[in-house]
């Protein structure tokens, strides 16, 4: 989940809002929503406790169509995007550690994507270990950059964060979105849930603790950024952490901090890559998808190379700010979708079957929440979301060449 939202949104954002406060207000918005989504996906996960995310909910609750779309926006969206924001965000803190002007070849980003796609294709067992190592030390150093920020900021805070006599309600919530991208990886658990031991007692406490421990880290970590320096100073930068180590205790904290961010954009490139095959593995199992990305052995080899390719073809033609308003678009009314889709089983089926803590008001207000802050974007952010809605129309062609054949045994196969 830490990725390179967490480092690069809330100086973007400060640009847009004008506000620490509404910045770090966002921040807490999407940590309530993407809480409310990990107990909705938890419920689904433990219903269907299969490898695929929202592919597999929707194509075996809903109709193959439905999961296929699903699964073509986790290709593009879900998991390239979010890559390629990865590896464009680790090249501008690599550049700052050594002081190099940004918006170069983003060798670096492309580095970290190639290695990670080689350890996760060789053994499973490596790519995990390889994964826990360098959370627990990104975890680690943000713990330490906090505590220094917060003993030398604490006095400034109050005044920095005064909120605002005003604000534009489309630029909230189009940082919303771009907050909830940051959050994205709420709900890479389900994606793996048929490899978890023990699926119906840990899915849900993978996705929740998970989201409460990223959002207490978010709020912390951007809490130090946007009062470390003046405001001016960070608005509109990428490398918003390294601007306000800086600020805190001169370059030798700037380079220690970038390191973190390389280490921990890293570590989210690899979760991507380990997470994100697994759909293009299921859905190629179903026979939605060539067949050569089936997983052989215990790895989709082949799904992450391929993969790993795509996201290299985007972080070579993207910028940030596209990406985080294009890929939260689409996730956030991909995830709307699947949370109706549980509303729907649990009114179908009944508590015992569907159990859900905060029924009916916590799913229910997931989906108003989330829908509404990607209606604003879209309205603020036109070409942003005409994009995304010509993703998804371009894999209508793509499912009824390679995928239509399948569908009704693919549902029949869902509601056995």
């Not at 950059?145 to 006095?155: D, E, S, T």
Request: hydrophobic share 55%; no cysteine.
């Amino acid at each position: 989940m830490i990725g390179s939202g967490a480092f690069t949104i809330s100086g973007l954002a400060l640009a847009d809002l004008g506000s620490a406060a509404l910045v770090l207000l966002a921040w807490v918005l999407g940590g309530v929503l993407a809480t409310f989504g990990a107990l909705s996906y938890g419920a689904l996960g433990r219903r269907l406790p299969r490898s695929g995310g929202e592919y597999t909910v929707l194509a075996q609750l809903v109709h193959p169509l439905a999961g296929f779309l699903a699964g073509w926006l986790s290709l593009l969206a879900g998991f390239t995007a979010p890559i390629a924001a990865g590896a464009l965000g680790l090249q501008a803190y690599f550049d700052a550690a050594l002081g190099r002007p940004s918006g170069g070849t983003p060798w670096a980003g492309g580095l970290a994507i190639v290695l990670s796609a080689l350890a996760h294709a060789t053994r499973a067992s490596l790519g995990v270990s390889l994964q826990n190592v360098a959370v627990a030390l990104k975890l680690a150093g943000i713990a330490v950059f906090v505590a220094i920020g917060v003993a030398q900021v604490g006095p400034g805070v109050a005044h920095a964060l005064a909120p605002p006599a005003r604000f534009d309600l489309g630029a909230l919530a189009t940082t919303v979105v771009w907050v909830s991208f940051a959050y994205s990886g709420w709900n890479a658990a389900i994606y793996v849930a048929s490899e978890l031991r023990e699926p119906a007692r840990n899915l849900t406490r993978a996705l929740v603790g998970a989201t409460a421990l990223v959002t207490l880290a978010y709020l912390a970590l951007n809490t130090v950024f946007l009062t470390a320096a003046p405001e001016a100073s960070l608005a509109g930068k990428a490398e918003v952490g390294a601007v306000a180590a800086e600020a805190l205790g001169g370059e030798s904290l700037r380079r220690a901090l970038s390191g973190l961010v390389a280490l921990a954009l890293f570590t989210s490139i690899s979760s991507m890559v380990m997470a994100g095959p697994r759909v293009y593995a299921q859905m190629a199992e179903d026979g939605v998808l060539p067949r050569f990305l089936r997983a052989q052995g215990d790895v989709p080899r082949a799904a992450i190379l391929a993969q790993a390719a795509l996201a290299l073809v985007v972080t070579a033609a993207s910028d940030l700010a596209a990406l985080f308003g294009y890929a939260g678009f689409l996730l956030s009314a991909s995830a709307a979708a699947t949370v109706l889709v549980l509303i729907r089983l649990r009114r179908r089926e009944g508590a015992e079957r569907v159990p859900l803590p905060g029924w009916p008001w916590l799913p229910a207000s997931f989906v108003v929440v989330t829908s509404a802050a990607a209606l604003l974007m879209a309205v603020r952010e036109p070409l942003v979301a005409g994009i995304g809605v010509l993703t998804v129309a371009a894999g209508l062609p793509v499912y009824l060449f390679a995928g239509g054949a399948r569908g009704a045994a693919l549902r029949a196969g869902g509601e056995r």
